[in-house]
């Protein structure tokens, strides 16, 4: 269907249901980052493929939302419709809350689909936009998508207690015990990674992700899971029923209504429960505790066990990155974006443990390396060849782990530009690395370090710095983050994140060095408990991109001890006619 | 009179006026950070002389709050009597809001001197403290405090508009211009500091505080001072009444009754008005801007001509500190640590410039320079001589601007430890000096590049890293600052702060090295304008304490290019029996 047919079909209902503006804000019932097709609403109504976004349409006019990430992207896709991009962040362009609250007239009527509208979300509508009246209507895209996906119900499997250090039963006493100490009676968890980790389950409703769709309530005595039963074959269903009883999705709220009794406390987060709950909340005068799922917290400190996964995961995607790269000619070889993808794909899935890719792989050649989360497609997909850097961004989901890795590859010379740039990104890289800091420590205490250099040469990046990986979960996983935007959960032993500086040139040239690292005990002295990390991912940086007199002993020291440590890892690993590639990758290297 | 007499008094009031609990911030009607001796109440009823900390008196307990500075003492100066020190930030001490939430009955009458508590404090407490009932009180010392001193009213004096680059008109302008902008019709100014800087008068009503007692209020049109007009010589009154109108200070809550009109919009800060003016703003049905005074952002970016007398004062502040340390032998010498705080303030006070010293001089040696505060007594002063650190903070009030210099000096021979931890807190200084950043950077960015190295020791100072100085103003400013707090202020072109990291190794050595340092442009590029630091102090390090081994290249040729620079700035100034001195001081040094 057309866009402008969408349109019209929507506009009809609003004006039906006497709705001034619609607003959709692309997520799904749980807040995920990523959604299922029958959530990808704001692709749906715009064509805008983006993986961040907002949709208001109005009775003539309709304005699809990005950011700085998606200016170009959003353009184009869009060219064609009557969609007018507001690019935030840029020409003072107002946020969808200001522009609400100022463009319409007084007492209009926003309507925002009830079940993907999270309470926190309303609640800041309703405080931004005074002017209006924010209106919570039925899913009025139901009518409008004639062949819409249904909710998934792909099957689940468990994660045996070797993998994840903790039992089912564990975890929920975990969340029990936070009950107690919170004097709270129920604990209802919306976040799909969130159910995954605390069930020790996984599955395969949304690309990438390995989550299931459904609701967990734990009480003080019993678990109770709102899913679709026919995801689990026979004899995982008997075991996982020892833990939790499960009824169906669709049936969440009404049995909250039977399950929960009246004038008890409740722990939600309201960022990812939707306004589908707050009338049971309210008939039953439950007294509300919003803050982080305590299962975040608790799964974003790694056990040993699952640390040891995450090491086993990291040493099978060094070895497909290894074969992957020996397999190149930099030289004299032609390839495209997309052939790079496919190959990179080829040798991660050469091993069985590998479950498939982590996220959709950035491969951005030249200026195409320079749109920071630039998605290769058969017409943008350039040619591969001297001269030039590449960006390749990718990750596999093993059974023991997930993994995040970026290098910037050359093919062909490079410029003096580009040594330099690469070099002062995997100085920024190197120092957070190796930086050791004391209890308490936040994030955006530590984001500078990976940008100091850049800085002093008047340049940066604007992203963050670091990002929470899941343990065979997502990949972008909350709340640890390294950024320059203020985060209030202090990094923490078994913590896992990205130490992905960069730098992008438009129309020039892109860089990104990633590894993952993990937050450990380091010495304890008269000045407290010290942290640093420890580094998972093990993949050669691109030497013939390092300015050796840019460096100072300690970097140069920590590259060689990488690289040393890379070949020893690989060495016995790599296929026989990658091992020539390995050992030129990491040669030891002197002022 | 004795602690418990003066207790005992201040029990009958709270008996007689059925207050359970009375507390005293120790803060005067303006929240100064320095206050007169007739609000040293903190002092006054518990001989604690710290610049910070808070009591609580119930029927049969007294408290003292202080923070980690203080332990030490608080505990000495409140040891004879009943006061029991609250040391927070350890054993899980309760804040004082917690304490009273939960200590009193529910309903408890707690007591606030209403002329020192701020409108944002009393809003705090009555967040905090639900239990009981805050209540505004008369101040109870006056009927304690037999010869409690007056408000002063000690004469002020003019600075030239060749010091201030702005005249008294054109900074009430720039007041009325925000009024506009802010759509308000009244700016309300407590802050002293932002007085003195708008109407370019400094007073000495408060010890090492170039301000004088009074409130501002400026409409559209006019000017309102309240404060003794016996402050002022003929001429001078005669001069500033063209700008402002004045009347006595004690009239200025009726008068701006008369004053202000109602239903107006009226600008103030919170944190720095006190409940006196509650009950105005009320009656006339005023609209609050709560916010940080505009005064106190303007004064924060200091014009070209501000600068340049900062320039100036810390050119004759390098020569005093040159001519005092060459009077000094390092190796034989034999002094206190009170001869040494008289020896630099008879060099400083050399110059006629020099109005007198910035703030009380911190002479610390040996184990005393561990503590982080050390104010140094007759009884406290230890002999100074090798072998041994001395930490030496102190600063002088120009004509023309404020210093604030911090040097370790070394007395006979380092150990090793000493000469690595002065290494190490010279790297941290030195990174924050040397680094450039976009416009848009806070100072919680900055302030791990001045811990780095020191945390990759396992070792941190738990003080903020620099805070902002005022133009022969406040030692202390606002609103900016750097460290690992959260400070929303973006750094601009044109703010001072200084500089200083440190380590206090309690029992042995202190260490700190602290310059003032200048935001200024650095380069604009396709990612924005940057910004960097102009060095303002002129004085050596010392180069008997650093171990060169630590230093990489890029710091090395900042200590000798510092050092140059020094050298060629004083050599033609200093006295001609500190040249020899100020060249070894100032030797190259390499690798």
Redesign the interface.
């Known amino acids: 269907m057309k866009i402008e047919n969408k349109l019209s079909k929507l506009r009809e209902i609003m004006k039906k249901e006497n709705i001034d503006g619609y607003y959709i804000n692309g997520t799904d019932p749980h807040n995920s980052e990523n959604v299922c097709p029958r959530w990808k609403t704001r692709a749906f109504i715009s064509d805008f493929t983006g993986s961040a976004g907002s949709v208001l349409v109005t009775s003539d006019k309709a304005y699809l939302w990005v950011d700085s990430r998606y200016y170009i992207q959003s353009d184009q896709q869009t060219k064609d419709s009557e969609f007018i991009v507001m690019k935030l962040e840029k020409d003072n362009t107002p946020t969808p809350t200001v522009f609400i609250n100022q463009m319409f007239e007084k007492d209009s009527r926003i309507g925002f689909s009830k079940d993907t509208l999270m309470i926190d979300e309303k609640k800041q509508f309703q405080k931004d936009c005074k002017n209006v009246e924010i209106v919570v209507t039925e899913d009025f895209l139901n009518e409008v998508w004639e062949d819409r996906a249904l909710i998934p119900e792909n099957g689940v499997v468990e994660m045996d207690v070797n993998l994840t250090g903790f039992s089912r039963g564990q975890k929920l006493n975990m969340i029990r015990i936070y009950l107690g100490e919170k004097k709270a009676d129920y604990a209802f968890i919306a976040s799909l990674d969130d159910i995954a980790w605390t069930l020790s389950l996984r599955g395969s409703d949304i690309d990438y992700t390995p989550v299931f769709i459904a609701y967990l309530l734990v009480t003080k005595e019993k678990a109770y899971l709102f899913t679709s039963d026919k995801r689990f074959d026979k004899d995982l269903l008997e075991k996982v029923k020892k833990d939790v009883e499960i009824y169906p999705y669709e049936e969440v709220v009404s049995k909250l209504g039977e399950i929960i009794e009246k004038d008890k406390t409740l722990l939600i987060n309201e960022k990812k429960v939707n306004t589908l709950f707050e009338k049971v909340i309210k008939d039953l005068n439950i007294t509300i505790v919003d803050e982080l799922e305590v299962t975040t917290r608790l799964k974003a400190c790694k056990n040993e066990t699952e640390l040891d996964g995450m090491r086993r995961a990291h040493l099978l995607d060094g070895v497909a990155m290894v074969n992957f790269l020996a397999t190149l000619d930099f030289d004299k070889g032609e390839y495209s974006e997309l052939s790079l993808v496919d190959k990179i794909e080829v040798q991660r899935l050469r091993n069985k443990e590998c479950l498939g890719l982590s996220f959709n792989t950035i491969s951005g050649f030249k200026e195409n390396g320079a749109i920071c989360h630039y998605s290769v497609s058969e017409e943008s997909s350039k040619v591969v060849k001297a001269n030039g850097l590449l960006v390749l961004d990718s990750g596999g989901c093993y059974e023991s782990g997930t993994t995040d890795i970026t290098r910037t590859l050359l093919f062909g010379e490079a410029s003096e530009e580009e040594i330099r740039d690469y070099t002062l990104v995997l100085k920024g890289h190197i120092?957070l690395a190796?930086?050791?800091?004391?209890q308490g420590t936040k994030g955006?205490?530590?984001?500078?370090?990976a940008r100091?250099f850049l800085?002093?040469y008047?340049?940066?990046y604007f992203h963050g710095t670091g990002h929470g990986v899941g343990h065979r979960l997502n990949v972008h996983e909350g709340p640890q983050k390294i950024s320059?935007v203020?985060n209030d959960y202090p990094l923490q032993k078994g913590m896992v994140l990205s130490d992905e500086p960069g730098i992008y040139?438009?129309g020039r040239h892109g860089i990104r060095i990633e590894n993952l690292i993990a937050v450990q005990n380091?010495?304890?002295?008269?000045?407290?408990q010290?942290l640093n990390f420890e580094i998972l991912t093990i993949c050669p940086y691109e030497l013939r991109l390092i300015d050796i007199a840019l460096l100072?002993?300690?970097e140069l020291q920590y590259i060689n001890s990488y690289h040393n440590w890379v070949y020893e890892e690989l060495k016995d690993l790599v296929d026989k006619e990658a091992l020539d590639y390995l050992k030129k990758a990491t040669l030891r290297i002197t002022k």
């Open positions: 120092a190796l930086q050791s800091f004391p955006h205490h530590l984001d500078i370090l100091q800085w002093n008047g340049q940066t320059q203020v040139k438009e380091n010495v304890k002295t008269e000045f407290g010290f100072n002993d300690i």
